[in-house]
T-cell receptor
Framework: AQSVTQLGSHVSVSEGALVLLRCNYS??????LFWYVQYPNQGLQLLLK??????LVKGINGFEAEFKKSETSFHLTKPSAHMSDAAEYFC???????????????FGTGTQLKVEL | DGGITQSPKYLFRKEGQNVTLSCEQNLNHDAMYWYRQDPGQGLRLIYY???????QKGDIAEGYSVSREKKESFPLTVTSAQKNPTAFYLC?????????????FGDGTRLSIL
């Protein structure tokens, strides 16, 4: 069974600093990977997805993530944090077409990002 | 605008009562999903439907039921058998059930016990 681990349930950065949110997956075959953002009392919004094309994926709001098979990682970064980036971020995985299992998502437990002045 | 509408936004349940959460989408998506979100636990899959008149249990289906009579609608019933229903419930859809399709989410329903 696949799983996702997000290191750090809370991350705090200064405005203008680099944002790094960590995600590691567990799967024998590289799965599809996603990052979502959630603002308070709202649903999830897709930031970006990896579907076995380019390993460096660019998303919305200046975020990007790099798929590293050797490290089974898909960390999310943004060069310069903005106050509006404060939210909860979820990494998720769905099975590769090679392993089957449809489009069910398995989520990490989330990372709350705080941006300070 | 296309999207997913969940209602109500807030819902209260009495002991022994069944309650139904509504989820409607106008994205013409085949697949729909229900998740439960608890603090510090991420999202867990309750039920999913790949196509009309078909649905499967997810990881935590006990105490819940669903139906999929129309493509655009996927209501979730929280039954009295669900002893800990207090949570944030999110409905999602994807264009198909094939792998790698991003899921689009509604704004959720927060269920509490009276």
């Amino acid at each position: 069974a696949q799983s996702v681990t997000q290191l750090g349930s809370h991350v705090s950065v200064s405005e203008g600093a680099l944002v790094l949110l960590r995600c590691n997956y567990s799967s024998s075959v590289p799965p599809y990977l996603f990052w979502y953002v959630q603002y308070p009392n709202q649903g999830l919004q897709l930031l970006l997805k990896y579907t076995s094309a380019a390993t460096l994926v660019k998303g919305i709001n200046g975020f990007e993530a790099e798929f590293k098979k050797s490290e089974t990682s898909f960390h999310l970064t943004k060069p310069s944090a903005h106050m509006s980036d404060a939210a909860e971020y979820f990494c998720a995985v769905s099975p590769s077409i090679l392993t089957g299992g449809g489009n069910k998502l398995t989520f990490g437990t989330g990372t709350q990002l705080k941006v300070e002045l | 605008d296309g999207g997913i509408t969940q209602s109500p936004k807030y819902l209260f349940r009495k002991e022994g009562q069944n309650v139904t959460l509504s989820c409607e989408q106008n994205l013409n998506h085949d697949a729909m999903y229900w998740y439960r979100q608890d603090p510090g636990q991420g999202l867990r899959l309750i039920y999913y439907s790949q196509i009309v008149n078909d649905f499967q249990k997810g990881d935590i289906a006990e105490g819940y039921s669903v139906s999929r009579e129309k493509k655009e609608s996927f209501p979730l019933t929280v039954t009295s058998a669900q002893k800990n229903p207090t949570a944030f419930y999110l409905c999602a859809s994807s264009i198909s059930s094939g792998g790698g399709q991003p899921q689009h989410f509604g704004d959720g329903t927060r269920l509490s016990i009276l």
